[in-house]
Nanobody, 130 residues
Framework: QVQLVESGGGSVQAGGSLKLSCVAL?????????MGWFRQAPGKEREGVAV???????AYADSVKGRFTISKDNAKNTLFLQMSSLKPEDTAMYSC???????????????????????WGQGTQVTVSS
């Protein structure tokens, strides 16, 4: 069982930056997990934001390309999402998710569908004001 804990959310003005973190507690094979960031705004469906596969390949939603950067530190069991040039429409609950991977998933899927993930964190709120 993988326990994921997100942090780093908060309130920021448009144009600002935030860096989200997602720690996999007690996991000894973090390097074998494909990790993704998702977000859900009030009244909207959850959407994929970014994904990081075990082979280092990444993919992003069109709405965040060039503004968000996903990274993974296997030594620290931590996934990051650096968010810059934030917009009010980025306001949402952000969650990380994990699934064991053999690599190549991003080449096939791009953003891996949420149904493929086995483990989810509770989320961290990001609010961007205009």
């Amino acid at each position: 069982q993988v326990q994921l804990v997100e942090s780093g959310g908060g309130s920021v003005q448009a144009g600002g930056s935030l860096k989200l973190s997602c720690v996999a507690l007690g996991e000894k094979t973090f390097n074998k997990y494909l990790m993704g960031w998702f977000r859900q705004a009030p009244g909207k469906e959850r959407e994929g934001v970014a994904v990081f596969d075990i082979d280092g390949s990444t993919a992003y939603a069109d709405s965040v390309k060039g503004r968000f950067t996903i990274s993974k530190d296997n030594a620290k069991n931590t996934l990051f999402l650096q968010m810059s040039s934030l917009k009010p429409e980025d306001t949402a609950m952000y969650s990380c998710a994990a699934v064991l991977s053999t690599g190549g998933w991003v080449r096939v899927w791009g953003l891996v569908p949420e149904d493929e993930y086995n483990y989810w964190g509770q989320g961290t709120q990001v609010t961007v004001s205009s």
